[in-house]
């Protein structure tokens, strides 16, 4: 679970190893802060592009590499940080109010959200400058 619900940070999810082949789970509220009320994932990315490049109001997520290697690339306003992520068994929760774009996918990557909020445009922040403002 995390230690600050307003902190990016890497979570380790539970890995049940089997001979047979491993299983990871998650559940809401207990690996995850929050509670899911969508999942969408991003795949077929051709190489050398990027995904994101926004913030959101309100929206909380979950990041997991399910399949293949990409960076999430964290900008708080203040400081800007890399997470990669290359195991199904690891994920990069992120809160609100964070500038965040993906990139650096491998060949048949697989990034899988989960998003504390449904789908509504009017909760992203997409003007960099905007953001940034906001901050200060
Ligand atoms: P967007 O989140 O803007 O992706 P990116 O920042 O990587 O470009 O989403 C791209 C499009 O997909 C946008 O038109 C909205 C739509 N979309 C949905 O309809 N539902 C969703 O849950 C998501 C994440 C996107």
Redesign the pocket.
Known sequence: MVDNFNTPQIIKLPQILDERGNLSFLEEYNHIPFKIE?V?W?YDVPGGEE????AYKENREFIIALSGSFDVILDNGKEIKSYSLNRSYYGLYVPEGIWRHMENFSTNSLAFIAASTA?Q?DD?IRDYEAFKQNKS
């Open positions: 969508r969408y991003i995904r994101g490049g926004h789908y445009e992203y």
